[in-house]
């Protein structure tokens, strides 16, 4: 089996989280600067086999669209053209921020640690992976 990869796409950051080659457990991997996260992924795919991506999928609390929905359709239209063999899904990541932060808390990370964005971001994505992988 190949990895599934799932981004958490910011206007600044994203948070990157894979799969394990058997897709049983969600892990953060990083966060990169969204500017360079197309040449991060281009790099990165040439050397893992990885069978989708999951964008998070940035619904406000009605279920409609946020400021941050068109970036990450461009990401997704963008994706599909990069990698034509990978399937794209989104997932739906509403308060995927509030569950991290909590996760980070109850693993003991230090409140200095905590406030660096770059670890929520990758946590994050680790959730949306999970919840993805769990509702399919």
Do not use: C
Not at 15 to 24: L, S, Y
Not at 40 to 52: I, R
Not at 104 to 131: C, F, N, P, W
Request: proline share 3%.
């Amino acid at each position: 089996m190949a990895k599934i990869i799932a981004l958490d796409i910011g206007g600044k950051r994203t948070g990157i989280a894979e799969t394990d080659p058997m897709q049983i457990i969600a892990s953060p991997r990083e966060t990169v600067a969204t500017r360079e996260l197309e040449a991060y992924l281009v790099n990165w795919l040439k050397l893992e086999k990885v069978e989708a991506i999951v964008l998070g999928d940035p619904l406000g609390l009605d279920g409609g669209e946020t400021d941050n929905s068109a970036l990450v359709k461009e990401w997704e239209d963008k994706l599909k053209a990069l990698f034509p063999t990978l399937s794209i899904h989104r997932q739906d990541e509403r308060f995927t921020s509030k569950l991290a932060m909590k996760s980070l808390v109850q693993s003991g990370m230090k409140k200095s640690k905590r406030r660096e964005k770059g670890a929520l971001d990758k946590v994050s994505a680790a959730i949306i992976l999970d919840d993805f992988m769990q509702n399919r």
